[in-house]
């Protein structure tokens, strides 16, 4: 959908690589900039030095894209940035403005392009130093992860929730600006920010009248028996996620729950057990076996050992 369509990725780590894989998957041609000694902080730095990880991550957000190298300090940068940008018509900008002006990066240098520019920042509200875990907390939603907590330490949640959602927002808001761009023919450059993002998108599923209500428990994490974890025989797990009343019927009727139909949103200890108590005795392939050629809203985790 987007061939043709070339974009240089100024930026690192989780949020701008995110945009720039969407945006590669719709079919841009995609090239990384990254400076020759330093280059991403997932592949080689901190990040990658604590945690391995961090590079498999890079490779994945990576993959599709082109990797070019540059010694950002060295004289001739700029005129090869320069080069790079005559071909393009989107831009991911994250770096600092010191080094945007080593580069040619500066708002008044790139006013002179047909092109699209989406700058990524913390917040629009508070301070700059901020990673995932201190947009979702700023924002609130953490209180959801702790609501049913006491414990001296809690860990985080493993996705970063902001973060991806900040970058599905800035592969959003440049798709947005090339738009703008074919249409005035001109320089179009928007500023994304990771804590405003995460507070746009999930505020509608944690919203004030919510929060007022003091509402912890929902659908989503684990308020009724029929969307839930439970436990196999041998320490597995099953996802069952049976909300409408043709599939908690099927389910109810394949594994001989005890927990009848008009009961599946009933939010007492009792009719969770009614329902682990069956799945505790089962295990994966008798679970399989029963569920065979049955339309069942019902998955399997199996546990990492």
């Not at 930026?11 to 894989?21: E, I, Q």
């Not at 002179?112 to 990524?120: I, Q, T, Y």
């Not at 990673?131 to 953490?142: M, Q, R, T, V």
């Not at 043709?246 to 009614?274: G, H």
Request: proline share 4%; hydrophobic share 40%.
């Amino acid at each position: 959908m987007l061939k043709g369509i070339r974009i240089l990725d100024f930026t690192h780590r989780l949020p701008g690589p995110l945009a720039g894989k969407i945006l590669a998957d719709l079919g841009a041609e995609v090239i990384k900039v990254e400076d020759v000694k330093h280059k991403d902080p997932f592949l080689s730095g901190m990040f990658s030095a604590f945690d391995r990880s961090f590079e498999n991550w890079y490779e994945e957000l990576n993959q599709k894209k082109q990797i070019v190298r540059l010694d950002f300090k060295a004289p001739g940068a700029k005129a090869q940035v320069l080069e790079l940008l005559s071909g393009s018509q989107g831009l991911l900008l994250s770096l600092g403005h010191k080094l945007r002006e080593t580069l040619g990066l500066t708002d008044s240098e790139l006013k002179h392009f047909e092109l699209a520019v989406v700058e990524l920042e913390a917040s629009s509200t508070h301070n700059k130093a901020m990673h995932d875990l201190n947009a979702l907390a700023i924002s609130g939603y953490l209180s959801l992860h702790i609501a049913h907590e006491d414990a001296p330490i809690v860990a985080p949640p493993f996705l970063p929730v902001a973060g991806i959602a900040f970058g599905q927002q800035v592969a959003t808001q440049l798709l947005a600006n090339l738009i703008e761009v074919m249409r005035t023919k001109q320089f179009v450059k928007s500023v994304s920010y990771l804590h405003d993002t995460a507070d746009a998108i999930l505020h509608p599923f944690w919203s004030k009248t919510l929060r007022d209500q003091k509402k912890t428990k929902f659908l989503h994490n684990g308020a009724y028996p029929c969307y839930s974890l439970y436990r196999t025989q041998e320490g597995h797990y099953v996802a069952v996620a049976a909300v409408e009343e043709k599939f908690w019927s099927d389910l109810r009727e394949t594994f001989s729950i005890p927990l009848p139909l008009e009961r599946r949103f009933d939010t007492t200890v009792e009719a969770f057990s009614l329902v682990s108590g069956v799945f505790a005795k089962l295990t994966v392939d008798q679970i399989e076996e029963r569920s065979k050629n049955k339309e069942l809203c019902l998955s399997i985790v199996r546990k990492i050992s």
